[in-house]
């Protein structure tokens, strides 16, 4: 009877997804989450930059997240290396819009030995966090909204 209890529970669980939100979604969003870091890694500035401005909505908004993006590897650095942190479970937030529409928001944190930075003012313990946030916009769509570094 107690096994039947904990099966009939896992397939709760599964069907109503994970209190952070359904696994797919989660895998989908880390998968841009890493691609994004594999471009800065590769050196794919270029990349890194569209996959952060894809899905922005308006001409202004590409322009001052292309500058946050810029100032964030001038004080940090390109990452040189990096390794998923938590498991590559992320930090499940939701970003509430003006109009009152809300996005879920997914933050995965990568740890960085070296960087291109030659200061490592900006990092700590000899590792440099870059957190990158991926924002689910609709069914399966989903852009870079955010990366950041912090010691």
């Known amino acids: 009877m107690g096994s039947l209890f904990l099966v009939v529970l896992a397939l ?3 069907a109503a997804g994970t209190p952070e939100g359904d696994p797919r979604t989660i895998v989908e969003a880390r998968a841009l989450s890493t691609s994004l870091m594999a471009d800065l890694i590769a050196g794919r500035i270029a990349d890194a930059t569209a996959k952060y401005t894809a899905t922005k ?7 001052a997240n292309t500058s946050a ?15 998923i942190e938590n498991g590559g479970v992320p930090v499940v937030g939701e970003d509430i819009l003006s109009d009152g529409i809300s996005h879920k928001t997914f933050t995965f944190s990568y740890a960085a030995t070296r960087t291109t930075r030659k200061s490592k003012a900006m990092c700590a313990e000899a590792v440099c966090r870059f957190r990158v946030t991926v924002e689910q916009e609709g069914r399966g769509m989903y852009f870079v909204s955010g990366l950041s570094c912090a010691p």
Request: hydrophobic fraction near 35%; proline fraction near 4%.
């Open 12 to 14: 709760t669980l599964v």
């Open 57 to 63: 909505r308006d001409d202004g908004l590409i322009s």
């Open 69 to 83: 993006f810029q100032t964030i590897l001038k004080l940090c650095g390109r990452p040189l290396d990096s390794k």
